[in-house]
Each structure stands twice: as structure tokens, then as C-alpha cells.
């Protein structure tokens, strides 16, 4: 598509519930990152996946957050028994990477309240 | 002038005035500079970008500054619109690695 698609753009669910977010990145980049944005705060780096590679999972805050990226292409973000801490702005971001990094490009997230 | 709010801090400027934000990077091997704009409720966006062989690269009403030897970044908006109110974050990356390290961001305020 045109630029990375999010879904869904908000999502509620109830403390203790699984919810799985979805990342659709601009076709032909091969990096792709989940970032987290609390309110008012800056980005929190949580996953980088980059080609065939393993996935850089150095930003995940607890073994309730998972990832992966199927076909090289779309990438779902999972947090198993949601807690209210996990409530945030989650981002999602593609890049072309080719010898130099370039800029990313970046969805529009998806706002997770945790109730 | 600049203050610190809740969680990030803020520059408040006069519509038509010059803003200009600033940014600290700490990786001296950092060799390629992002500003992002980021609008309520969106992701952020990309404005303008510099390689460490440049020392300012200018876009439209938009110029980056680069002082390597104090590993120092600013952006800097001429004639500041009510459209330009939003979170401006840098991003750096070093030796073609693949990640971007992003600043904590500065929130911009224009007054009419």
C-alpha cells in the first residue's frame, strides 16, 4: 500500500485479556519496528524485524509481548493478560534499508486501553 | 522560551515567529540525523534528514543544523504557523546500522 497500515486504531479490552495488533508495512521494505508511545511520552523502541533474520527483541518489556512477521510482509504484535501499564499509543514503522538506512515511515498506531 | 511540562518539554512561540528546537545525540559513531513531526493522534512523520558529512540541509521553511563536535542537533522553522504545533523528535543512526535512536521530544506551541 501506499504507507503502513494499523489495525485496529483503538482497541479496549479488559485487564487479563489477550489482544493482538496489526502492522501492514509499505510494500518492499524489509525492516519493520514496534515502538510504544505512553501519553506525553517519547517512543519506546519494542521489536525490529529485518529480512529473513531473527528478530531483535531486545525492547520487549515482559515475556507477555510477542511478535512476529509473517511472509516477510505483515506483522502482529501480541500481548497476552493485558495489565493497565500496557496501555498506550502502539507504532508501528517500515523502512528501506540498502546499504544506508532511510528514514521511517510510520502508521498511525493503534491506542490499546487496558480497563 | 523553553520549560519543562508533565513529560516533555515544551517551546511556546508567536505565530510568524522563528522556532527553533534543539536536540542532544551521544553517539559520536552517529552519522545520520532524523527530525520527526508528530501531530495529535497521528504517527510521527518525516520532515528532513542530514548525513554527518553535511552540516545544515534546508527544505521548505525547515533547516536542519549538524555540530558534530558537540553532538548537537536543531531544527529550525521560519515563520512558525498554528499548523506546526505538534511533538518534534530527532532520530539518529550510526554506521548504516538498522535502528534509529530517537530523543524524548519537544512539544511545540504557537500562539496566534
Known amino acids: 500500500g501506499a504507507g503502513v497500515s494499523q489495525s485496529p486504531s483503538n482497541k479496549v479490552t479488559e485487564k487479563g485479556k489477550d489482544v493482538e495488533l496489526r502492522c501492514d508495512p509499505i510494500?518492499?521494505?524489509?525492516?519493520l519496528y514496534w515502538y510504544r508511545q505512553s501519553l506525553g511520552q517519547g517512543l519506546e523502541f519494542l521489536i525490529y524485524?529485518?529480512?529473513?533474520?531473527?528478530?531483535?527483541k531486545s525492547g520487549l518489556p515482559s515475556d507477555r509481548f510477542s511478535a512476529e512477521r509473517t511472509g516477510g510482509s505483515v506483522s502482529t504484535l501480541t500481548i497476552q493478560r493485558t495489565q493497565q501499564e500496557d496501555s498506550a499509543v502502539y507504532l508501528c514503522?517500515?523502512?528501506?534499508?540498502?546499504?544506508?538506512?532511510?528514514?521511517?515511515?510510520f502508521g498511525s498506531g493503534t491506542r490499546l486501553t487496558v480497563v | 522560551g523553553e520549560s519543562v511540562g508533565l513529560h516533555l518539554p515544551t517551546l511556546s512561540v508567536q505565530e510568524g515567529d522563528n522556532s527553533i528546537i534543539n536536540c542532544a545525540y551521544s553517539?559520536?559513531?552517529?552519522?545520520?540525523f532524523i527530525w520527526y513531526k508528530q501531530e495529535s493522534g497521528k504517527g510521527p512523520q518525516f520532515i528532513i534528514d542530514?548525513?554527518?558529512?553535511?552540516d545544515k540541509r534546508q527544505g521548505q521553511r525547515v533547516t536542519v543544523l549538524l555540530n558534530k563536535t558537540v553532538k548537537h542537533l536543531s531544527l529550525q522553522i521560519a515563520a512558525t504557523q498554528p499548523g506546526d504545533s505538534a511533538v518534534y523528535f530527532c532520530?539518529?543512526?550510526?554506521?548504516?546500522?538498522?535502528?534509529?535512536?530517537f530523543g524524548g521530544g519537544t512539544r511545540l506551541m504557537v500562539k496566534p
Open positions: 542530514i548525513r554527518s558529512n553535511m
Open positions: 553517539n559520536s559513531a552517529s552519522d545520520y
Open positions: 524485524f529485518q529480512g529473513n533474520s531473527a528478530p531483535d
Open positions: 510494500s518492499g521494505h524489509t525492516a
Open positions: 532520530a539518529e543512526n550510526a554506521n548504516a546500522g538498522n535502528m534509529l535512536t
Open positions: 514503522a517500515s523502512s528501506l534499508v540498502s546499504g544506508n538506512i532511510y528514514g521511517y515511515t
